[in-house]
């Protein structure tokens, strides 16, 4: 199982922005799609982003044009850049992992508070 650790999190003004960082223990040229979930309290977790092996992105609609998903392969490294946040976007954040096989992997996550 991939070991992950997110961070980054925090509390931000809205209209603020926040990176988000996931360190993966393995190498993720190994990891099929690596994703950003989030989960605000008394709501299921949704997908937030995802970043496909090859390359190719998918985000929710709630946040197209304003959070972007990268990979660092050096680093072992996925990040979420969050800009324009909103007090909706409060949430716990976490970072996860698929890799081919389809064993999948969750970190602890992270807190980000967008409040004024």
């Known amino acids: 199982q991939v070991q992950l650790v997110e961070s980054g999190g925090g509390l931000v003004q809205p209209g603020g922005s926040l990176r988000l960082s996931c360190a993966a223990s393995e190498n993720i040229n190994s990891i099929a799609v690596m994703g950003w979930y989030r989960q605000a309290p008394g709501k299921q977790r949704e997908l937030v982003a995802v970043?496909?092996?090859?390359?190719?992105?998918n985000y929710a609609d709630s946040v197209k044009g304003r959070f972007t998903i990268s990979r660092d392969n050096a680093k072992n490294t996925v990040y979420l850049q969050m800009n324009s946040l909103k007090p909706e976007d409060t949430a716990d954040y976490y970072c996860?992992?698929?890799?081919?096989?389809?064993?999948?992997?969750w970190g602890q996550g992270t807190q980000v508070t967008v409040s004024s």
């Open positions: 970043i496909i092996s090859d390359g190719n992105t």
């Open positions: 996860n992992a698929i890799k081919l096989g389809g064993l999948s992997s």
